[in-house]
């Protein structure tokens, strides 16, 4: 037999995902996350999950090392290595601020201080002309001054080495003779693209963390060798895909973003399973909630995700928007008399004040106690929940709003639901979409309690729960393929472009990508491209990625489908506006063989019983109600749940209203939809 | 009228009381995401690289035309105006409007900001009635008039400006008026990229209109038209609420534009006092100084704008619609002053006049209110535009080159001024990509960095500015123009902080043909091989700068913040590099105890050296400007060294109130 197994780390939870060969029901296990040693909680989760790792074929793992490297600074000593004239890119950025009015909330300071900003006479012109050698002499000087400094790492950053890296080849050899033990990134070898401030960030991140990934991915492969697992080590990326160790060094900030990707990734298989090509995804934890968007079974992908705002990585991510909404999140009466929920949240320590670990602040969970919603105790009795300090703490909410211990609770609950709608709403415009065209996939511990509700808001057309919420991220890390992407700049007016020269491009960056899917160990059958060629009118700042399914020969149809796409994405379009090309890009994929998923045994059609029956307010309709609760594991495939009803399981609770209706489909989800009778109305 | 007052009104409680908070909350919020939609819609469409920039801003209004909300990440420089735009729409329409107009309008003399700030107004209709309106307001790239981008320094009249559009409906009944569009875009030195910022912004409005057309789905028009009262009342709630915690009282600051070009030299002072009365706000800007000669006078709405942004900055968190309005009062002064100027006086400037004079003012003022955030003198926007023939092999366009720096804020209470930050213009307006403009234009960059001590010294150094040095290679016909300000009326600190540098651009510095420009300049032609340099400020310091910790200095001398000469200049610290580790940089302590004793006691002294001297020794090369801004208190012209003696006096003044009667121990 062989397993695939799937280590999701985050910050609270690492989470395990286990897969055998048959379809039959994963294995998963939840343990706490080691923050100190991330290694020991995965060895211990797989463990746990009762993977054996000899057994095992498949590793994935996704996480948080390098986002919270990020987020920590601890880095090895670092230093910038740039034009002269040039060495301030990353402290100027492009000069905005986050907070837009706050004077006393500044950005955060550059990665690399000025003092290890170190700059060399060279300068290249924006066509490739080298208009100022290297200067060799100041080169050397430099390679003394890092070695005195014991610089452990370099971002080798020029100007315009996009169009021509020359000068960072020849930097990057000379330090590597002179410097063996110390990494380097080079900028056009890191993200080979236009614009200089976020290909210096980017290649400036790369840096801090390619030494960090290197020895994690490093120690990780040892401790699963010596268990046994004899296959490579997979790690997630920002990307949606996986890369392997050699490649992760390489391209070791793809790792920041890790841990987001895996949630969409998942949700997006959820829905093309249930049959939905558009929907969204609604992670919930105890601090915050992510939110992505899939559009005609695709995922979008963006290129400005930071840990610190102003300090973008550029690589190819996952569009996910994270908000500070989560089970912790707080609630208060701002000066105006407004109740607001968050963005402060309890944490995990106090935690919300029915944890009785010291927090007296209302938090979205002790609104979800009061009202009923959610059991006194939770994670399968690990965690015990107290509704007299849960009603202490809503109370003073109630006193300031001056209205009753009750509706305190629901106007929580509505305004933490309406901030998650608008976050919604935001993500989907993006797209230019209609939210009511939507599935919504809720998963995480809290999202399946306010999807409904959700769902009413934003009139979406169905609700989906995955067996297990709590572990839908690791799942999703089982759910992807190998995945590099490169991109060349192609900055030319479409009437003016040479088919031939687009093509070549592209068998060039193909012919690159099926180079490093080949070092990953990827069969050439298994190789995969993807064409994109990114379009905008002339004039525009943004452009829009035209999908290229053949190979070039005439750029008239590409043309065509851009206008059609942007009427689309952005309700008109200048029939007869001048388009430009701006970049060539191929995401390549070593496709990796999937998971079957078996049908699972329908139940004996007999009646489910419910576990116990207690009173719950819904936000709607209006009033206590007496609930039936079933327990997950009782509801095989065909079972029914008619609201009102309240779904536990040990890693999550969903719940369903009056006039709503679940049932449980062949993979175990609920699908979650307003009663037919109730929309005729 | 001499007076254009915006009227205090009572909050309009009964509406109020239809709607519980939690859905007025709810409300509230999904109106903001509609405004905010508009502005991802924008961003992705606009052709305008100004507005991509993010010089734009959006507002969903009521039917009377006040702003509802207004969008998260709006230009600073628009706020508080497009309740102006809609309401002089909504009047000369009147009984006229139906589903499906687009109006367009720009005019600063109504209320708007200055010409390039195209405004695309949506009214939204619900059962026939007219409930709402959509507005999308953005930068275009250019407008007409004399200059290339509608940037003429030396014009004095509208007229040289650009396309003055008033009211004028662009779509009827859903149909574009492609015959009125046409005539708008023919008037721009860009028709193709006027006609797209057009279609852009208009399509934009829809989408917020789409969003508040499922609002009333959801929650029925009476609940969402009740809950466009009641954003603006708990907005006035809230501003309200924290102005009556303060005490009442009065206060007057006042800041400076350079010089009236039609007048002599001498600063040009814009007088902001403010009271406190109760719960409400009272700003008077009556005493300042008449319309000047150039285009850095502010119609009202630019001024309007100012006074919002200025005091939003200390109540960041409450959000912007005509409830925060309604909260102050605003007395512009008799008209035909340089902050309430009228047609057809030249306005164009307006942001790096009145506007940042005012906003500054007001950071005095509420610093003594709110120390907890109080900050020194800001950086504000300095713009320079260059077009001509791109003589490169492969092109034979239009160049237009548009570039403008960030800069150093002020020093603050406990806190170092910020880095090379946008400007009180608008910290979401983006610098651009060297690179690009590269690509773009016959210009190559060959200094793009942060200016060595530049921030203004003090206990907590203002942030530092930039210094940009660029080439042009192959063009023809070229011509720049520079609009700033701030050469003159140079960034000074607060509580006894230092100045930071003068603005100005220089062409060819430390060459033969070296010219300097000052901070205006128009039309002036340049040729291939010439250099053009500039910094951007610093902010102002805050607090006594022989107060500064050693350390502190220390650091900033590693990082090249602060050069070891101004160390000791401006700090008394004296910093040495160790011989054998050039990377070890120590304070002697003993040389900077003695060297702080002796300026305690000199430099106040400094301040009255005859200026006459000392500007002869500026000439000679034995004085920096930056010893003249910070030790003598002297204004030369930067070019040719000439004393500007009224300046001077005048700035001397300001020293000595601002620095000299807060330094101790004298």
């Known amino acids: ?681 | 009228m001499t007076t254009q007052r915006v009227p205090l009104r009572m909050i309009e409680d009964e509406q109020a009381d239809a709607l519980d908070p939690v859905t007025a909350e709810v409300l509230r919020n999904a109106f903001m995401t509609a405004v905010d939609l508009m502005a991802e819609q924008l961003l992705r469409t606009c052709h305008s690289f100004v507005i991509h920039a993010r010089d734009f801003s959006g507002g969903l209004c009521d039917a009377n035309g006040d702003t509802v909300a207004q969008g998260s990440s709006d230009v600073a420089v628009q706020v508080g105006t497009l309740h102006f735009s809609a309401k002089a729409v909504l009047d000369a329409f009147r009984g006229d409007i139906c589903e499906g107009d687009v109006f367009i309008l720009n005019d600063p003399y109504s209320g708007g900001t200055h010409f390039n700030d195209v405004r695309v107004l949506r009214p939204i209709f619900s059962d026939g009635a007219l409930i709402a309106v959509a507005q999308s307001n953005g930068h275009w790239a250019d407008v007409g008039g004399a200059a290339t981008g509608s940037f003429d320094p030396s014009a004095t009249e509208h007229f040289g400006e650009g396309l003055r559009i008033t009211p004028v409906r662009i779509w009827s009944r859903g149909r574009y008026l492609a015959d009125v569009g046409r005539l708008i875009a023919s008037n721009t030195r860009s028709p193709e990229d006027a006609e797209g910022d057009l279609r852009a912004q208009a399509e934009a409005t829809r989408v917020c209109e789409r969003e508040v057309h499922r609002l009333i789905e959801r929650y029925g028009q009476g609940t969402v038209i009740a809950a466009f009262g009641e954003s603006q009342a708990y907005v006035e709630r809230v501003v309200r609420r924290r102005v009556s915690a303060l005490p009442d009282g009065s206060w007057e600051a006042e800041d400076y534009i350079d010089n009236d070009p039609s007048g002599g030299e001498g600063l040009v002072p814009i007088k902001v006092r403010m009271r406190i009365s109760g719960n409400g706000v009272h700003y008077d800007l009556s005493g300042s100084h008449p319309a000047i000669g150039s285009f850095l006078n502010s119609a009202f709405g630019g001024s309007y704008s100012a006074v919002i942004a200025g005091t939003k900055t200390f109540f960041p968190d409450v959000p912007l619609n005509s409830g925060f309005y309604r909260a102050l009062t605003v007395d512009f002064g008799p008209r035909g002053t340089v902050v309430n100027a009228s047609w057809p006086r030249a306005v164009t400037g307006f942001y790096a006049g009145p506007y940042e004079k005012i906003v500054n003012a007001i950071f005095q003022i509420w610093s003594q209110i709110m120390p907890e955030r109080a900050i020194a003198t800001s950086f504000n926007l300095e713009y320079v535009l260059l077009g001509g023939r791109d003589a490169r092999p492969h092109g034979q366009e239009q160049f237009m080159y548009y570039d403008w720096m960030a800069g150093g804020w002020g020093g603050r209470n406990g806190k170092d001024g910020s880095n090379a930050t946008a400007s009180i213009f608008g910290v979401g307006h983006a610098l651009q990509s060297t690179e690009m403009q590269e690509l773009t234009s016959p210009i190559m960059t060959r200094v793009c960095e942060l200016k060595t001590d530049s921030g203004g010294p003090g206990e907590f150094r203002g942030g530092l500015g930039m210094v940009k040095e660029v080439m042009l290679t192959d063009c023809e016909g070229a011509v720049l123009s520079y609009c700033s300000d701030r050469a003159k009326s140079v960034i000074v600190g607060s509580l006894g902080g230092s100045s930071s540098c003068p603005h100005g651009l220089w062409i060819n510095p430390a060459s033969t043909d070296e010219r300097y420009l000052g901070a205006l300049a128009s039309r002036v032609p340049v040729v291939p091989g010439d250099s053009l340099e500039r910094p951007s400020a610093g902010g102002g310091g805050y607090g006594d700068p022989l107060r500064r910790a050693p350390r502190s200095v220390r650091e900033d001398v590693v990082d090249g913040y602060v050069s070891i000469d101004r160390a000791r200049k401006d700090y008394g610290v004296v910093v040495v590099r160790d011989a054998g580790d050039p990377d070890l940089y120590m304070v002697d302590d003993v040389a900077t105890a003695a060297e702080r004793r002796r300026l305690r006691a000199t430099r106040a002294g400094l301040l009255e050296t005859d200026p006459e001297h000392v500007a002869q020794r500026y000439k000679d090369g034995e004085l920096t400007a930056y010893d003249l801004v910070r030790q003598y208190g002297v204004i030369v012209d930067w070019g040719s060294g000439e004393l500007l003696p009224e300046t001077t006096r005048k700035y001397r003044a300001i020293l000595h109130e601002r620095c000299r009667s807060h330094w101790a121990g004298e």
């Open chain 1, 1 to 681: 037999m062989a397993l695939r197994v799937a280590v999701d780390v985050g910050g609270t939870f690492t989470d395990v995902c286990v897969l055998g060969e048959n379809g039959e029901a994963p294995r998963v296990a939840k343990v706490p996350t080691t923050a100190e040693s991330p290694i020991d909680g995965v060895m211990r989760g797989i463990a746990q999950a009762g993977a054996d790792l000899a057994d095992t074929r498949f590793f994935c793992h996704g996480t948080t090392v390098a986002t919270n490297a990020l987020l920590n600074r601890a880095f090895p000593r670092a230093a910038l290595v740039t034009t002269r004239g040039f060495r301030d890119v990353i402290e100027i950025r492009r000069g905005t601020k986050e907070d837009l009015w706050d004077a006393y909330k500044d950005v955060a300071p550059p990665y690399i201080a000025r003092r290890d900003r170190l700059v060399v006479t060279e300068r290249v012109d924006a066509t490739g002309r080298v208009i100022e050698p290297l200067d060799m002499a100041e080169a050397k000087e430099l390679v003394d001054t890092l070695r005195r400094r014991q610089v452990r790492t370099v971002a080798v950053c020029f100007v315009n080495s996009y169009v021509n890296p020359v000068h960072e080849i020849a930097m990057l050899e000379f330090l590597r003779a002179e410097l063996p033990d110390v990494a380097v990134s080079i900028s056009s070898a890191v993200l080979d693209e236009i614009l200089e401030h976020e290909r210096f960030s980017t290649t400036v991140a790369n840096a801090l963390l390619s030494p960090l990934i290197g020895h994690y991915a490093g120690s990780l492969e040892k401790r699963l060798a010596e268990s046994g697992y004899n296959g490579r080590l997979h790690l997630m990326h920002g990307g949606g895909g996986v890369m392997t160790t050699q490649a992760a060094q390489k391209h070791a900030a793809r790792l920041a973003s890790s841990g987001l990707a895996a949630g969409a990734v998942a949700s997006k298989h959820i829905a093309l399973a249930c049959g939905y090509e558009n929907s969204l995804a609604l992670d919930v934890g105890g601090t915050s909630a992510d939110i992505s968007i899939v559009c005609g079974g695709e995922l979008k992908v963006v290129r400005n995700w930071s840990v610190d705002f102003g300090h973008p990585i550029c690589f190819p991510n996952l569009e996910v928007l994270t908000i500070g909404a989560g089970g912790g999140s707080i609630a208060w009466v701002d000066d105006g008399g407004a109740l607001r929920v968050g963005p402060q949240s309890a944490g995990a320590a106090p935690g919300p004040a029915c944890y009785g670990l010291g927090g007296t602040a209302a938090t979205t969970t002790d609104a979800q106690l009061v009202l009923g919603q959610i059991d006194t105790s939770l994670a399968a009795g690990s965690q015990l929940l107290d509704v007299a300090l849960a009603k202490r703490a809503v109370s003073k909410i109630a006193r300031e709003l001056n209205c009753s211990l009750e509706d305190a609770a629901v106007g929580i609950l509505r305004v933490a639901s309406a901030n998650l709608a608008d976050a919604l709403k935001i993500l989907s415009i993006r797209r230019g979409q209609d939210p009511r065209d939507f599935a919504l996939v809720a998963f995480g511990g809290a999202g399946p309690m306010h999807a409904v509700h959700l769902a009413r808001e934003l009139s979406l057309s169905a609700v989906v729960v995955p067996p297990h919420p709590g572990v839908t991220s690791a799942f999703g890390c089982l759910l992807v393929d190998i995945r590099h992407d490169f991109s060349a700049m192609f900055i030319r007016n479409a009437q003016a472009a040479d088919p031939y020269e687009i093509e070549s491009t592209f068998l060039r960056l193909e012919s690159h990508a099926r180079k490093s899917l080949l070092e990953d160990g990827v069969e050439p059958e298994r190789i995969s491209m993807q064409r994109f060629i990114e379009m905008r009118y002339h004039g525009q700042s943004r452009s829009m990625p035209i999908a290229v399914d053949q190979p070039v020969r005439a750029i008239g149809g590409l043309v065509e489908k851009f206008h059609v796409q942007h009427r689309e994405e952005f309700g008109f379009n200048h029939e007869h506006g001048d388009v430009d090309l701006y970049q060539l890009s191929v995401s390549a994929l070593g496709i990796i063989e999937k998971p079957r998923f078996g049908a699972l045994s329908s139940g004996t059609g007999k009646p489910i019983e419910p576990v116990g029956r207690r009173m719950v307010r819904f936000i709607e309709p209006k009033g206590w109600l007496e609930t039936p609760v079933y327990s997950r594991s009782d509801l095989c495939p065909d079972a029914k749940v008619t609201g009102p009803a309240v779904i536990a399981q040990p890693d999550s609770t969903t719940l369903i209203p009056p006039d709503w209706t679940a049932t449980v489909d062949q993979m175990g989800n609920l699908r979650i939809s307003m009663d037919v009778e109730r929309q005729a109305r």
